[in-house]
């Protein structure tokens, strides 16, 4: 994949060049979390406001609601806490994003070593193409005490991970500066 998009002009059209290679849509997800994983944490580094529904605070100079002092009082306060909420969801899609792209966490998930090998089984199967009668065969564990797999928790990161994306997908238009 290569990308190579141009400055904001000052007249006409930002120019933008791309291309995919086949590669690219293999693991889609994983190409797109390396692109989108360091522009989150520059969104988040150099942002110079948050989503309004994080920060719908009045007190503003330009509000409608100048009759109402105590409205600028709070206006801080409350504006301080919205923006402390878009860095926890931020921090949400960034987080969910650095796994996709570059942690291996599943082996955390998966202890001890786990070796399998293939035997024939009773069972036959005709081959579709030639109509021959074939052998199939069953996956064996060849030591099944010396290792395990900790779906609970495997699930319950893989539901974190989600999450993130939801956020992403919610927050989709709110991610600029």
């Known amino acids: ?29 994983g190409t797109l979390a390396k692109i989108i994983y360091p522009m989150l944490i520059q969104l988040k580094a150099f942002k110079h406001g948050v989503p309004s529904e994080f920060c719908e605070v009045g007190g503003e100079d330009y509000t409608e609601q100048d009759s109402f002092d105590f ?8 504006w301080k806490k919205g923006a402390e909420r878009w860095d926890d969801t931020l921090d949400k899609m960034i987080w969910s994003f650095g796994q996709l792209a570059y942690d291996d ?62 956020l992403f997908g919610k927050y989709f238009r709110s991610l600029w500066d």
């Open 1 to 29: 994949m290569k990308i190579k998009i141009s400055n904001f002009p000052k007249h006409g059209e930002q120019k933008v060049d791309i291309q995919i290679d086949p590669w690219d849509t293999w693991n889609m997800d």
């Open 71 to 78: 409205y600028k009082e709070t206006h801080d306060d409350a």
């Open 105 to 166: 966490y599943d082996k955390q998930y998966h202890h001890g070593n786990a070796e399998y090998d293939w035997v024939e089984s009773d069972r036959t199967y005709p081959n579709p193409v030639t109509g021959a009668i074939e052998p199939t065969y069953q996956m064996v564990d060849k030591n099944p005490g010396d290792h395990w797999y900790d779906h609970v928790g495997h699930q319950l990161h893989e539901e974190r991970i989600q999450e993130g994306l939801v």
